[in-house]
Every structure is written in structure tokens, then in C-alpha cells.
């Protein structure tokens, strides 16, 4: 026992600095990438292109002030962040990186990848409601809103490759994946994964609990410092494993010729960041009705679509 | 007394520790808390006794959609410093609901003999995936009637007030 | 030894994995104690409403779209944990399989048609 958690212990630690080094890459990226695409060119001055930026600004935020306000309810407060960030290192738990190099590869693994976001779910209602300010309440319930509402078009999603490859471990799926990509064979399914994860992860157009002008920072406006990093690296993380697990699931992991699996793993799962980058810096935001009835009215009707005719085309595979 | 026993236990008594802040706290953003650890505990239960799945799913439902659930009844209710007041008219009448479910629970707990020996292998997610298709499949049908009764039922409540 | 030895090194995996979740931050917020200024003020403790004083004290505000949101959420989640766990065999079931899951689909859907002609999938 003692052996299997030193274990755990220890990729727990290693996937946290890979966590925080996607977390610095990707948001130099997204600085550098928004910046390109508005004609301008981002970070430059700390490191050659800006490359230190992030870290720059990690610094910082470990110097600045706790600010903790007088009428919060202090065990939500302090709890919310850590409650937001573990849920995305669990999540990198059972994804396959280079073929198949995976942490735990449980029974349940896709099962679970979908599961441990409700935690972070709780953690923002959590964060709104112990902040004692009104504007984060209602960034609290608006965002939770949203969230819980693209779970079910994510999980569904998902679902359709499950059925394809007749299996609830990722390794399985990406086992099943070496002649074709499921995206592939679900290329609905895959479009609605990409579209309902930028939604979970409250990314452009999707973000408006996050609309400065409209809720100042919505259930995070309380926090500075580095609480609030948590709650940034809590979703930076979760964007980095949210593609990770697109590039295992749909997209073939590691599989490909000529390069080294965790080449390609890497190829793919930065191809998905990067699209959703693009996204993001492209296309105006949503109203949070259109945000709603998008999910229900839409999506999870295109999903229940999507999953008749894969089990039809499963049956030919 | 192997691995799995010392985590069988602990869950359970975290479990319950957990259950009894969340029946006392006065503060109902505690309370929730409590309820939410509740749960992840008896998830951890479920897995150690071998049911992956059931483990997953509890998060999946319980902790991602009832605790949800209830976090927003508690942020579209509570006033500031959400207390809770326990007052009941019949305090000796809950007594006595209490201690005879109890004693039926404990009862039956006590009573059962399981049928064979228990398993030390996990299940498998497809046997459940097996039964559900094949010889429980007229549970699984009602399961969606449940599921569509439930959502006339809850929606019926809803519907009266136009939304504001 | 009555529990699985698998399980259990799954169970410590995921605890190992939460543990080091929450430990980690709270070890950066613990080092940063020593390298933060602590200065308190009095209208630094206020809540934040763009630099003016509290406009209204956190008041109830109560939507109940928000909680009929969620009551639907809490059904589809069912749903879609009962079909997880059909998903995997469902190739071994053929065309009577579809047709079971179908129906399953079928009654659930009927839900959603429900509140979307109640006009309960609206938001504002």
C-alpha cells in the first residue's frame, strides 16, 4: 500500500509541474497568439520573444498582499480555490500520454475524466457564495449555470467514441484507434467535444461570467493574489488536460508514423489548444441566453443525433 | 487486515464524521460542505468494495449534480450569514421516527448473510452494461419513466411562477 | 482479506492524486506567507463594487430558473450514467440493443421536448 502511494504521490507531483508548465506555456501563448492575431506582438521584453512572462508574473503574485475581506465566510474562501485546482490534476490521472504511459488507467477512466469537473463546479459556486459580495454571487450561480449545463452535451460526446471502441478505459480507446481516428468515425462528436469544452472551460464565446463589464470578475472578484492564480491555473490546467484528452480519445495520442509517440502526443494535443485559442480571439462573446439555450436546444439534441448514428455505424465497424 | 480493510474503514469513518457536521454545523455553507465530502467519501467506499463504477458514477450524480443542486437552493435562499434554525413542533415524535428507522436499518444490516462468499475481484463495467441490456432490461426502460415522471413532477412545481 | 487488491491501489491513486491538488497549492500559499507585506485597512476589508462603498447589502435574490436548471441537470446526469454504462457492450447487443437504448433515449427525450413546449429551457 505504502509502495502504491509513494507512487501516486509521485506522479501527483510530476504531472503538477507539467500542469504548471502548460499553465506558463499556455498562457504565454494565448498572450503571444492574441497578440499576433490584433496585429501587435505580445510579451517581448522579459526573455528572448517574452518567454519569461509568465513566470514574471508568478513572481508577482507570490508577492502581493492577501487580501482576505472582512465578512467572508472563511473556510469557503480559502477552500474554493484548492477545490478548483485539484479536480484538473486529478482529471490528468487517466490520460494516455505517449501510448500508453498513463498514471492509472481505471475501469472507468473516460468515466471519471468527466466526473472530477463537478468538484470544480462546487468550488465556483463555493467562491461565490462565501465572497459576501453580490456581484460574485451572481457570477457564482451564472457560471455554475453554464457549466453544469455543457456537462451533459460533453459527456455525450464523449460517449459516442465509448461506444466505437466498446470501452470506458482511455487506454483501451487509444489502443482501438491505431488503423483510424475516432474523430474520424464521430467527427459530430468531435466538433461538439471541442465546442462544449471551450464552453466548460469558460473560454470566449462562452465567457461571460468572467465579462468585466458586466459582473467586474464575476465569482473570483474577491480574491487576489495568488488565490485568484489558483483559480487561472485551475482552468489553464483544465484547458491543458481537456486537450489532452481530446488528443487521446479522438484524436490517436500517440499513434503516427515516423516521430516518437509523445511527439505526436504533443503535436495534437497543442494543435487543439491553439484552436481554441483562435476561437477565442476571433469570435464576439454570447449572451448568457444565448449561452443557455445553445446547450439545451441545440447541442444536446445534435448529441442524442450524433449517438444514434454512431451506434448505426458502430454496428459496421 | 490488508490495505484495502484500513481504507474500507477509514472512508466509512469519514463518512460518517462528515454526515454528522453536516446534520450540526449551524452554517449552512459548512453544512454543504460537509455533505460534498460525505459523498466523495462513500464513493471511495464503493471503489475499494470493487463497484468502479458505482464509485464514478456517485461523483458523477451526486457529487456533480445534488450537491450542485442544493448549493443552488442554499445561493438563491440564504440571507447573509446563512444560519440554520432546527426548530420542530414535535421534538419527541422526530425522536421516536429516528430511533425506529435506525433500529430497522441497523437490523437489517445486521440480518443479512450474503449468498456467496464476497469477491475479491472488481466488477467489470461491462457486466453492469451486460445486465442492463440483458436481463434487467425492463428496470432500465422504467428507470427512463422514472427519470421522465421525475421531470414532469419537478417541472410542475416550477411552472407556476413565470420565472421571475 | 476481503477487499480487492486492485481497488485499493486505485482508491490510493486518486487520493494520492487529490492530496498532492490540494497540498500543493496550500504549500505556494504557505511559502508566500513569508514573502508577503500584510498590511490591513479598513477599506480594504469592504467587498469590492468597483471602488465605491457597498451599494446593497448581499441580498437574496431568488431565480428559480437557476434551481430548475439544475433539478433538469440532476435527471440528464442519471440519464447519462446509465447510458455509460450501456455504451460499452452495446455492440454485442446488435440491433436489440439499439433498440433497448433506444427507447431509454426515447423517454428521456420526451422529457427535454416537455420543457422545451413549457417553455422551462428559456432563460431570461
Known amino acids: ?317 | 487486515m490488508g490495505a484495502g480493510d484500513i481504507l474500507f474503514f477509514l472512508a466509512a469513518a469519514v463518512s460518517i464524521a462528515a454526515a454528522v457536521v453536516a446534520v450540526t454545523d449551524e452554517r449552512l455553507l459548512h453544512s454543504v460542505l460537509a455533505f460534498g465530502v460525505f459523498l466523495f467519501a462513500i464513493a471511495c467506499a464503493f471503489l475499494i468494495m470493487g463497484a468502479e463504477f458505482v464509485a464514478v458514477a456517485q461523483i458523477f450524480v451526486y457529487v456533480g449534480g445534488v450537491a450542485v443542486l442544493i448549493l443552488f437552493g442554499v445561493m438563491l435562499t440564504a440571507s447573509r450569514g446563512a444560519q440554520r434554525t432546527v426548530e420542530t413542533e414535535h421534538p419527541m415524535w422526530a425522536m421516536v421516527c429516528a430511533l425506529v428507522l435506525a433500529g430497522t436499518l441497523i437490523a437489517v444490516a445486521a440480518a443479512y448473510r450474503p449468498a456467496t462468499a464476497v469477491q475479491s475481484r472488481a466488477v467489470d463495467v461491462s457486466l453492469l452494461g451486460n445486465a442492463l441490456l440483458g436481463p434487467q432490461l425492463v428496470g432500465f426502460e422504467l428507470i427512463g419513466l422514472i427519470l421522465l415522471a421525475s421531470v414532469i413532477a419537478a417541472l410542475a412545481v416550477v411552472r407556476r411562477e413565470p420565472g421571475r | 482479506m476481503l477487499m480487492s487488491q486492485r481497488d485499493a491501489g486505485d482508491l490510493i491513486f486518486i487520493l494520492g492524486f487529490a492530496l498532492v491538488g490540494v497540498a500543493a497549492p496550500a504549500a505556494l500559499l504557505f511559502i508566500g506567507r513569508w514573502l508577503r507585506p500584510s498590511s490591513p485597512g479598513k477599506v480594504k476589508m469592504e467587498p469590492y463594487e468597483c471602488g465605491l462603498p457597498q451599494a446593497s447589502p448581499p441580498r437574496r435574490l431568488f431565480r428559480i430558473r437557476y434551481y430548475a436548471f439544475a433539478l433538469l441537470f440532476v435527471i440528464f446526469d442519471v440519464e447519462t450514467v446509465l447510458l455509460f454504462a450501456s455504451a460499452p457492450v452495446l455492440k454485442r447487443f446488435g440491433a436489440a440493443g439499439l433498440w433497448s437504448v433506444g427507447a431509454f433515449v426515447a423517454l428521456v427525450t420526451l422529457a427535454l421536448v416537455y420543457a422545451w413546449r413549457m417553455h422551462l429551457l428559456e432563460w431570461e
Open chain 1, 1 to 317: 500500500m505504502m509502495v502504491t502511494l509513494a507512487t501516486s504521490v509521485v506522479w501527483a507531483v510530476g504531472l503538477f509541474v507539467v500542469a504548471a508548465l502548460s499553465v506558463m506555456l499556455g498562457v504565454y501563448l494565448e498572450r503571444k497568439v492574441a497578440g499576433h492575431m490584433q496585429a501587435r506582438l505580445g510579451p517581448m521584453r522579459t526573455g528572448p520573444h517574452g518567454i519569461a512572462q509568465t513566470l514574471a508574473d508568478t513572481v508577482k503574485l507570490l508577492f502581493k498582499e492577501d487580501l482576505i475581506p472582512g465578512k467572508v465566510d472563511r473556510l469557503g474562501f480559502i477552500v474554493a480555490p484548492l477545490l478548483a485546482f485539484a479536480p484538473a490534476l486529478m482529471s490528468l490521472m487517466v490520460i494516455p500520454y505517449a501510448r500508453p504511459f498513463v498514471p492509472r488507467d481505471l475501469n472507468a477512466g473516460v468515466l471519471y475524466f468527466l466526473a472530477v469537473p463537478a468538484i470544480g463546479v462546487i468550488a465556483v459556486m463555493v467562491a461565490g457564495l462565501s465572497s459576501a459580495n453580490n456581484y460574485s454571487l451572481l457570477g457564482g450561480l451564472r457560471s455554475a449555470a453554464q457549466l453544469i449545463s455543457y456537462e451533459i452535451p460533453r459527456s455525450l460526446s464523449v460517449l459516442s467514441v465509448v461506444m466505437l471502441a466498446g470501452s470506458l478505459s482511455t487506454v483501451t480507446i487509444l489502443e482501438r484507434q491505431t488503423h483510424v481516428w475516432f474523430a474520424v468515425l464521430t467527427p459530430i462528436g468531435f466538433a461538439l467535444y471541442i465546442i462544449t469544452t471551450i464552453a466548460e472551460l469558460n473560454r470566449t464565446p462562452f465567457d461571460l461570467p468572467e465579462a468585466e463589464a458586466e459582473l467586474v470578475g464575476g465569482y473570483h472578484t474577491e480574491y487576489s493574489g495568488l488565490r485568484w492564480a489558483f483559480f487561472m491555473m485551475a482552468e489553464y490546467a483544465g484547458f491543458f488536460a481537456a486537450s489532452a484528452f481530446g488528443a487521446a480519445v479522438f484524436l490517436g495520442g500517440g499513434n503516427g508514423p515516423l516521430l516518437p509517440p509523445i511527439v505526436w502526443f504533443v503535436i495534437k494535443t497543442y494543435a487543439i489548444i491553439l484552436f481554441m485559442m483562435w476561437v477565442k480571439w476571433t469570435v464576439p462573446r454570447f449572451r448568457i441566453d444565448q449561452v443557455m439555450t445553445l446547450s439545451r436546444k441545440v447541442l444536446i439534441p445534435v448529441a442524442l443525433l450524433n449517438l444514434a448514428v454512431t451506434a448505426v455505424v458502430m454496428q459496421y465497424v
